[in-house]
């Protein structure tokens, strides 16, 4: 287990020999993470570093449960001196806080009503020699077991012809993830575990690349949730652990029908406010 300590937030040589100045806003914002990390005493055990390729394009794809997770994936690249740009949201980038920094660390916009732009941008950057991280699951999963996949990832790999790194992240979703209060808690462990990497084979289509990449994800996480050296201390305890592990997180099953449900509710709720927000607009003009 590895616990960050003061001297790793200000110690040379944590992003390689010779980093690229442009990249100076991520790598404070890493050495700001690395302060989170020591004051909430994570306990992190961060297997399969080493297959992050030292140069060249990559892309990282993992399981989704937690709001901190590409915290936890980036820190698992440092070994290898690379540097994470992640796939998020447009809305990310157009808050008036989170967005210059999203920009200024070279993060990818996914606008989900014109995903051709993020595409390209993404298998630009992969050409490029970045390495790319993708939550294909595209939301955070409640049955904390990997959900049905986009192709977006699969079809980057094949079209840049990098590597995929199937990843797993556990222990994030006890401080914070969706439908749970956030729960700052002190010394949770955190799994990250990385797998051998997937190059697509000549001629091999899209859903080929996909179930190897899902197969591959499933097993680390199931890797990751059965070596995780924590337990649940009891029934009102329980609801971080998966329904097959004995927990009482909804099945996959249920959390999809849930999810639809949700869906349609924000969706009656957006077009329920639209009058009054066009109204509020014109007032305040």
């Not at 994570?42 to 989704?64: L, M, Q, Y």
């Not at 652990?241 to 509710?265: I, K, M, N």
Request: glycine share 8%; net charge positive.
């Amino acid at each position: 287990m590895y616990t960050a300590n003061w001297r790793d937030v200000g110690r040379p040589g944590l992003f390689g020999p010779s980093p690229d100045p442009r990249d100076r806003p991520y790598r404070t914002i890493i050495r700001l993470a690395l302060v989170v990390f020591r004051l909430l005493r994570f306990r992190f055990d961060v297997r399969g570093a080493e297959h992050v390729p030292t140069t060249g394009g990559a892309i990282i794809c993992s399981n989704h449960v937690s709001f901190f997770d590409f915290t936890f994936l980036g820190l698992a690249a440092l070994p290898q001196h690379r540097l994470v740009r992640f796939m998020a949201k447009s809305p990310v980038f157009e808050h008036w806080f989170a967005g210059r920094f999203m920009r200024a660390m070279k993060h990818i916009p996914v606008d989900r009503k014109a995903g051709s732009a993020a595409f390209e941008a993404a298998v630009r950057a992969l050409k490029d020699g970045e390495v790319v991280g993708v939550f294909p699951e595209a939301t955070i999963s409640t049955s904390f077991t990997v959900k049905d996949l986009k192709a977006g990832a699969a079809r980057m790999a094949i079209d840049s012809g990098v590597p995929i790194i199937p990843a797993a992240v556990w222990g994030g979703h006890r401080v914070a993830t969706k439908n749970h209060k956030v729960e700052l808690r002190r010394g949770i462990p955190v799994t990250v575990v990385l797998g051998e990497p997937i190059l697509a084979e000549p001629g091999e289509q899209i859903a080929a690349v996909l179930g190897r990449t899902r197969a591959a994800m499933e097993a680390l996480l199931d890797e990751a949730q059965r070596s995780y050296p924590d337990r649940p201390t009891g029934n009102d305890d329980r609801w971080w652990l998966p329904a097959h592990l004995g927990g009482a997180a909804p099945t996959p099953s249920e959390a999809a029908a849930a999810d639809t449900v949700r869906a349609a509710g924000r969706e009656v709720k957006q077009r329920k406010k639209s009058p009054i927000a066009r109204l509020t607009g014109l007032l305040r003009r």
